[in-house]
């Protein structure tokens, strides 16, 4: 178990901006950012984000607004996420590929009053874009140190907005809006407030390092709420973030050589391909003390390809945007089973439930719903997050006697073929012990007649036989076995890895 970082009470500090700021007055000359051969100390980080707060400010950016970030994996987007903190704004990260999709409704519904890009984008996005140029970006940690923490000076006075006073904001006011993947449907915008956000960094402690010595290089794109928010709590607790904006894997790997990363964080997407990529016969990061993998399942023969060729330090988080981290799998979860998702968090609270919400003994399958003291209650739409003090996921899982947590499918994903349920975990499980499948996905297609086929869709490596993996699947499943397999190039996938189930539905074509 990681010791916990050493991290102030949570009173008086009530928000994210101080919390950070408290890291400027303890350790002011630590390194906070680095980007290629750029680094920042914790006190110039503060002075960047004041400029660039006051530069907001005069813009027109007021306390309680909604402002999209959309600078990609830069250490700039962290410094401009903490400079809406400064003056009490919401910051919500987005995808630079969806600039050309935001329309109108789009800005309705997420409430964005402010978008800030790049200047190249600036003219793509229209009258609410406020251009992060040259001058944003361009912070020399030399002429900070020189103007700000004369010569033997420990503690340094961390000085106030010259052109905007900060506005402050409580705990209870609202920090962020995360989106959910989307990988189920439209994606939710959930709320969090300053409290919640900094509730997650003291509990999370339990079961991960954080804090000084920390060199945190994220592969997740920040337009994802667990990238960006990973980063902030480093920061928060005094770590190092390291942030490759075009992370190719050569540019990776020598981020990690010269930067000395100790935690990368990921999703299964990346991995997989990484793991293509790299020789397959040594470890590239023996050195790694944590790589973090989040947004979807990793199945057990990618964890036996990324332990030989990445790291062994391996975890896998499951969770949601409106919980946060639910259980983590580690290298001993995955020896006690290896089809779980690992251990549920100390903080959570986890029941099973059948279709009446009446809870399910142990091992029972059923609904799964979760809850912890610290939940968002509602999305920006105003719809309730929350049932009776639960927030139900909307998958179909169990949790054993020891606190092992399996999540078998999505709920609406339970197949039913000819009047026999089929959990499609059981149909990818028996997929992926064929020899040569490198990932599966099992769905069903409604044909003309109504009557649905199932099929399982497959990563396979060459030499991959099709008529000998389905002759093998229906002697191991019988009834229950896919009436097709079907061969992909690649499966697809949203940001954060995680297959996309009905891509692969509309795409399929079923014939009789």
Known sequence: MPKP????????????????????????HAPALVEGPSAWTYLSV????????????????????????????????LVAVLALARIGAICMSLAPSKLRRLGHDDWKELQIQHLLVPAAAAAMVGKQAISIGPRHLNWQDKAVMAARAPAGEDAPSV??????????????????????????GRQKAVPWTHHQFLMQLYLQRAVRPFGPGIRLLPLVGFE???????????????????????????????????????????????????????????????????????????????????????????????????????????????????????????WIQVQVVDDADRVL??????RLRFRHDHLPQQYIDGRPTLRDGWFYSGDHGRVDATGLLFVESRSDDILNIGGVKVLPADIESAALSLEGVVDACAYAVPTATGTPVLIVAVEARPGFDDASALASMRASLGSRAPAKVLRVNELPRNEMGKILRRQLIEATKVTR
């Open 5 to 28: 970082a050493e991290l102030p009470a949570m009173e008086p500090i009530t928000n994210v901006y101080r919390q950070f700021e408290y890291q400027v007055h303890s350790q002011a």
């Open 46 to 77: 503060h002075a960047w984000i004041d400029d660039l707060a006051a530069h907001l400010a005069r813009q027109g950016i007021k306390a309680a607004e909604p402002v999209g970030v959309v600078l990609g994996n830069t250490a700039i987007h």
């Open 159 to 184: 000085s106030p907005l010259q052109d905007a006073a900060p506005h402050d904001p409580s705990g209870d006011a609202v920090f962020k809006i995360a989106l959910s993947s989307g990988a189920t």
């Open 224 to 346: 994802a709420t667990v990238g960006v928010d990973a980063c902030l709590r480093q920061l928060c607790a005094g770590g190092t973030v390291v942030t490759v904006p075009r992370a190719s894997i050569d540019r990776v790997c020598a981020a990690i050589d010269a930067n000395a990363v100790s935690h990368v964080l990921s999703t299964p997407g990346i991995m997989a391909r990484y793991v293509r990529e790299l020789e397959p016969r040594q470890q590239r990061f023996p050195q790694l003390q944590g790589l973090r993998i989040t947004g979807g399942a990793v199945n057990e023969a990618l964890r036996t390809r990324i332990s030989r060729t990445i790291c062994e330090s391996i975890t896998v988080d499951f969770g949601a945007s409106e919980v946060g981290t639910v259980a983590v799998g580690t290298p001993q979860t995955y020896r006690e089973s290896d089809r779980c998702a690992g251990r549920i968090a100390p």
């Open 361 to 366: 003994g142990a091992s029972e399958s059923g």
